[in-house]
């Protein structure tokens, strides 16, 4: 690691931490808050709905900005919005205010365990940044590495998932503990400004003009990912509730299953450039996705609730083995000028699949069909598979710069 770790990755490296740890306890206690406010599974399907659209918004901003006006300035405004958003969950229990606060800052999507907070608007700026103070041919270590770092980070996050359990009253009754892991969240946005200020950035002297891309690489990206965004719109945060609903499980206990699935998933974040080395990107990611996917349509089965955590945390293990590996491709195959848009309008089409499929999987629940959204993401994740397979298969490791 010493030959290609500077000052400057060092920073988004501490960056990722503090965001993985806010994203890993929102999207455990906010759709479990949202639960005992009152609120039903269609209702909380909807407003993750208009989360994710807030967030795609998001994403197509920073994808047409990040490139011609700075990737670091894009994070330190999504931060600033986050702060925002979270500081409307600490002063409202209105379902509308909730909405667009949640849009706004993203509140309660991404960090899922075994993510290592590598998802959301945050990522078309971070990851071209990335990039520029890593050599590519170490890219894939240095990806490897930051989803490494951003899982211990989500395991610290999950355990604070435990706050409202373990702080039941106060003065807002039972509301106090969730309500001190939202100002949390208003104070680690401002921690992560300070964090990634000194990050430098190198000054573009010509600046592109936006929709000039690789387009057929773009639509490559795209069609794969509108299926994976429709898989994980019956998962995301709902999957948090799944687990409420299916099995009485409570923040501390959704807490502790994820911060195990983070510390099982550290490991071959490691081994994941190891592994796209010797057998190929392509194949290590379409390989480990299909075990992944497999794994999340028996999940929807299990009878115990430890059942059902084995095999999430099996298919996290096996999902995040080709993460970092994904992402550094999408960099690998862009120009160095085009990275925050190509990273942006590749996965803008996931942002909007994943706002039409929460209030189909909250129907669904409420409904008692408890098992068929996975079985839903489950499909739509395989034919995301296939394609992969399909558009890329052709790619090797000495095609990416």
């Known amino acids: 690691m010493s030959h290609w770790l500077n000052k400057n990755l ?52 920073v994808g047409i900005g990040a490139d011609r006006w700075g990737r670091k300035r894009a994070i330190i405004v999504l931060a600033v919005l986050q702060a925002l958003g979270a500081a409307g969950f600490v002063l409202s229990a209105n379902l509308a ?31 071209p940044l990335l990039s520029e103070h890593a050599e590519s041919k170490y890219r894939n270590e240095v990806f490897g590495f930051l989803s490494f770092l951003g899982v211990l980070g989500g395991a610290v996050g999950s355990l604070l998932a435990a706050v409202p359990q373990l702080w039941p009253g106060g003065p807002f009754g039972w509301r106090t503990g969730y309500l001190f892991l939202f100002a949390l969240t208003v104070f680690s946005s401002l921690l992560l400004i300070a964090v990634v200020l000194p990050v430098s950035e190198r000054k573009r002297t010509v600046k592109r003009q936006p929709f000039q891309l690789s387009w057929r690489l773009l639509a490559k990206f795209s069609v794969t990912n509108v299926f994976n965004g429709l898989g994980i719109g019956f998962l995301g945060p709902l999957l948090t509730y799944w687990f409420y609903a299916r099995f009485g499980a409570g923040p501390a ?3 502790v299953l994820f911060t195990i699935v983070n510390l099982l998933t550290a490991l071959p974040y490691l081994i994941s450039a190891y592994l796209g080395n010797r057998f190929g990107v392509v194949r290590t990611v379409a390989v480990t996705r299909a075990i992944a996917v ?5 999940m929807a089965f299990s009878q115990t609730y430890f059942m059902a955590g084995t095999l999430f945390a099996l298919r996290m293990v096996f999902n995040s083995l080709g993460n970092p590996l994904r992402q550094s491709m999408v960099m690998g195959m862009s120009d160095e000028g085009e990275r925050s848009t190509m990273a942006a309008f590749s996965n803008l089409p996931m942002q909007v699949s994943s706002a039409l499929t929460p209030p189909l999987g909250g129907f669904l629940m409420d409904e008692g069909m408890l098992g068929l959204p996975l079985l839903l993401a489950a499909g739509f994740q395989g034919i995301n598979t296939v394609l992969y397979w399909r558009f890329f298969r052709g790619v090797r490791n000495k095609d990416l710069h």
């Open 294 to 298: 497999t794994l999340t349509g028996v």
């Open 10 to 61: 060092a920073l988004l490296f501490a960056a990722r931490v503090i965001r993985s740890i806010t994203q890993a306890f929102l999207v455990i206690v906010v759709p479990i808050y949202l639960a005992r406010l009152g609120f039903s599974a269609v209702q909380i399907g909807t407003l993750f709905m208009g989360t994710t659209i807030g967030g795609a918004l998001l994403i197509l901003a």
């Open 97 to 127: 205010v909730l909405t667009l606060s949640s849009a706004a800052g993203t509140i309660g999507r991404g960090g899922g365990a075994g993510s290592g907070g590598a998802f959301g608007p945050f990522y078309p700026a971070e990851q």
């Open 253 to 255: 206990a959704v807490g």
